[in-house]
RNA sequence: GGCCCGUUCUUCCAGUGGUUCAGGAAACUGGCCCCUCAAGCCGGUAACGCGGGUUCAAAUCCCGCACGGGUCACCA
């Protein structure tokens, strides 16, 4: 619906008022509105518009008219009267309209105003309940006189609480992005955005961004994971629960057990949801999840089956590592050419460089996994066990190295998937191309 | 500043006068497990803003204070 399009509607809501007395004309010009506020705030009075255009008469009128000076429609607040609303949050909640300044209903323009428009709106549709953020509770005031002025039946209102910034008491808003950036909840989000969407050619945190709906959907959170966040902020169903699918919140919701005080929203528990509702999903649905995000950074062609099976595979073995789609991002080495294989520096030294007898351990162990049949994880886990019996070492001894030189990196999924994934050949491959990157040994 | 709203562990919630020396989850932390990182399992730390009432009994009701927030447009 467009205002626009309801014009007739204020229109006529208006004139009722004004053939009432509940409305007037004002033809005082805003310089002069503005010049009585600043007086009544030197002189820290609250301030109440003067309704000089009220002494008008109808002759009055009609020559300013025929003058062409122009004028708003105010509505007249009673102000020996008190407003009051059974807020289906906040209980009774009441204003002194001996305090409230006339608000315009309809611009010189002879377009309205929004808490007019409203009104008009919720009675001619029948809305029944306003819920909608604390922020507006103010409002009410207006909008709760004018239901009566135009004789409604006023809807149920509710003020929810709005949503604070991790650690704050304020409002979760777009404008405090900069300061946000260094909070300290939300930093790993940022940080996490500058990794991820430059990878995916969207960007970084500057474009996109923890207090942006579309930064949780290219980052690859679940709605579910989202929804379930945002459910328990707020509101909780009992005592105990916290995983709730959409299902369950729209069969328990209700306004009674809405909190009063604004929550901020918590990025380590979204993590937690998402998690397990990530956890939740089938395989098919996760590799269908992930295969955009390879593909949009160009790690994966277009999709087919065996393609489809080894990226099944991967996330099997990431399985609860896997907590955002975009996550699949961190596991390139097995989408990746042998000879592009990246190293982890660190881990490269650690593992390859200064351990003494790495080199020669895996030089062995290279050889041996031309037997390993099937070459399957459990076989590879049983060859590796005899392997560190055989020759009389800790098993910490030889599986770093093999991790290092295969995967490119000191932590990662469970070893022996990683090497059932990658296949003999690639396994083979890798383990040569990292011992030829060390110095010569005699 | 006026008006309005709010105030239970670090965070999000439970609690509507006694079954609560306050319960759950996240975080943190100790342990187990373990090829890394996670996960999982077992355990731990941790709160009723302050002051007055009312009552046999108050986190729960009343009053005041403090603190925090929202809102004060010819925006929505």
Redesign the pocket.
Known sequence: YY?SQRKDLYKAAVDRLLAEGKAFR?Y???EL??AD?AAA?AA????L?IRRSLDLTDADRARLDAEGK???V?FLIPRDQKVAID?A????????GA???D??I????G????????VVDDAQMEITHVIR???????T?VQALLHQALGNTPPVFA?I??I?S??????L?KRDVDKLRNSP?LKKMFDRADEVFPQLGLGDSKTLNPVMVEYYERMGYLPSGILN?LS????????????MSLDTVIQNFSL???????????P??????Q??WM?QLPLEDKVAGCLPFLQQAGLVADADDALRGLVGKVIAA????L?VFSDILDYKEFFVSDDKLAYDEKAFTQRLRDAAEAPGLLRLLSEKLATVEPFD?PTL?AM??QFVEANGIK??QI??A??ISTTG??????????LAILGRDRCQARIARALSLLPAQS
């Open positions: 205002q004002d005082d010009p805003p509105m503005q506020r705030e820290k009075q609250p301030f518009n122009p004028h708003v105010r807020d949050v906040r209980g009774h909640v009441e204003w002194d305090l409230m300044p608000p315009v309809m611009r010189s323009n377009t309205f105003l929004y808490n007019f428009a409203t953020a604390e922020e507006h509770l103010t409002n005031a003020h609480p709005f604070t991790p650690g704050s008491t304020k409002k808003s909840q966040a328990r902020l707020g509101w909780s169903l009992d005592d105990k629960t916290e995983i009674d057990r809405i909190v009063k005080a604004p929550a901020g929203l918590d380590e528990k979204l993590q937690s949801y998690q397990h956890n990431i399985g609860d590592r907590r994880a886990d590796v066990h098993i910490a599986v770093h093999v991790r990196r000191g932590v990662g999924v469970g070893l022996f998937d990683a």
